[in-house]
């Protein structure tokens, strides 16, 4: 079990660019999970998939937010046209159904 | 939709002490989920609950899943410098898939 990885760790953009993040799962889990974190607040959930099907979206996630995982394993967020309002941890999280979910380290975006 | 609420905010305690946290909802939930997140990482899971009335432990950690299905506590006793942190509840309700999470407890420890 390696955990689940995201990529990168840190990002930085100027506002109204797009930016792409990465998210390998625990292998054996069909369930993927992103969420949402902002300082001192708990995780705000956005979407999640089972294997490549993306069964449930928040109505946090706008136009501007896609999310996918063409081949049932790792995913992909990414955020265009950027704003300042976007920037936030953004963690991945995968899980067997029904079961706890296990989160990687996150990505931090910073939209200046 | 679902809220949970998270109490207390932060708690400045003695090393040796025991803590207490504990999260409330006016939804249903049937899984309740006690997680700790150091800066910088990702929440970790500490204790998973699935059960009215059931009480699990995980070392010092103790949790309850409230027989109302609407509120969860977790215990930490004899609190060490390394339970520094912020602990979050989260819940799930039924048929749902995704985890609802409190706003965080965060704990100091003064040595």
């Known amino acids: ?112 | 939709g679902q809220q949970l609420n998270q109490s207390p905010q932060s708690m400045f305690i003695q090393e040796g002490e025991d803590v207490s946290m504990n999260c409330t909802s006016s939804s249903i939930f049937n899984t309740w989920l006690w997680y700790k997140q150091d800066p910088g990482e990702g929440p970790v899971l500490l204790i998973a609950l699935y059960k009215a009335g059931e009480l699990t432990s995980n070392g010092r950690l103790t949790a309850q899943f409230g027989i109302t299905r609407k509120d969860s506590f977790l215990n930490i006793s004899a609190s060490i410098p390394s339970d520094v942190g912020i602990y979050f509840c989260a819940g799930r309700i039924q048929g749902a898939q995704k985890l609802v999470f409190g706003q965080g407890t965060r704990l100091t420890i003064n040595p």
């Open chain 1, 1 to 112: 079990d390696t955990g689940v990885s995201q990529d990168p760790r840190h990002k930085i953009t100027k506002r109204g660019q797009n930016v792409t993040f990465r998210c390998d799962p625990i292998s054996e889990h069909n369930r993927l999970y992103w969420y949402r974190q902002t300082l001192g607040q708990g995780p705000e959930f956005l979407t999640y998939f089972q294997n490549e099907a993306q069964l449930e979206k928040s109505r946090l996630l706008s136009d501007r937010f896609s999310a996918e995982r063409p081949k049932g394993s790792f995913s992909t967020l990414e955020i265009q046209r950027t704003e300042q309002g976007d920037s936030a941890m953004y963690l991945c999280a995968s899980s067997f159904p029904n079961s706890p979910l296990h989160f990687g380290n996150g990505t931090r975006l910073t939209v200046t």
